[in-house]
């Protein structure tokens, strides 16, 4: 359940949100969306596949955290296991919302078990005079990044369809163990496609600011094999 609310510096001054990172509080999850302006920081550490909506039809990024649903290979007993998260999972519990005039606003999942209303668990939003806290100066920045990110990233994914520069890609991960998992459902960047583009398409590409996303998503692939290596490290109970 969900049950957004628009952060308000009276109705919420004593409102928390715990920001470590556990299974309990929401990160036991396989992916994210990731936005190609991430695409450069995210491949350091996640590989990033892309994925069909069937109801739209329109593409997303995925950075990748494990390979079957509720499984997150970057969550620890001492917290998440990488430098940096993708956006969209940094700002939980909050969203972006739209004020009437059309001005950005700060929202709050009350539901989220981020959050708490009072007590010591967690870092305040606000300070005892309403003023916002440096967590939620933060947040008001990832959200703005994020919303940036999203709206710029339609054009980008609309690029790659024009070039028909996805291919639908399955990986066969055979563990230590002697298991094997199969991860099916995602597109990669066909590199093929890629490498034989006429220059006046390469162009138009770097122009509109897309071919540094797209050699950071193919560089992205050889992440697997740290995400195989810490599956097998998880089965073997490292």
Avoid at 11 to 16: N, V
Avoid at 113 to 128: H, K, N, Q
Wanted: glycine residues 10%; proline residues 4%; hydrophobic residues 45%.
């Amino acid at each position: 359940m969900t049950r957004h609310a628009l952060l308000d510096s009276l109705a919420h001054r004593d409102l928390r949100v715990r920001t470590r990172s556990s299974a309990a509080l929401g990160d036991a999850v396989m992916a994210c969306l990731v936005m190609p302006g991430e695409f450069r920081r995210a491949q350091a550490h996640y590989p990033i596949v892309f994925r069909r909506d069937l109801e739209t039809g329109k593409f997303t990024a995925l950075a990748l955290f494990g390979f079957e649903n509720g499984e997150n290979l970057f969550l620890t007993d001492a917290g998440w296991d990488a430098a940096s998260k993708p956006l969209a999972q940094a700002v939980q519990p909050f969203l972006i919302g739209q004020g009437a005039s059309g001005n950005a606003q700060v929202h709050v999942d009350l539901d989220s078990p981020r959050v708490a209303m009072g007590g010591d668990d967690g870092i305040r939003l606000f300070d005892e005079a309403g003023s916002p806290s440096p967590l939620l100066e933060q947040v008001s920045q990832d959200l703005g990044d994020l919303d940036e990110a999203y709206r710029a990233s339609g054009a980008f994914f609309a690029a790659l369809e024009r070039h028909g520069l996805l291919e639908p890609f399955t990986l066969e991960v055979p563990l230590d163990d002697g298991s094997r998992h199969s991860l099916v459902g995602f597109h990669t960047i066909d590199e093929e496609k890629l490498r034989t583009l006429a220059g006046d398409a390469l162009g138009e590409l770097q122009a509109e600011g897309h071919l540094l996303p797209l050699f950071m998503a193919v560089a992205s692939i050889g992440r697997f094999s740290d995400l195989i290596a810490r599956k097998n490290a998880r089965a073997a109970g490292g």
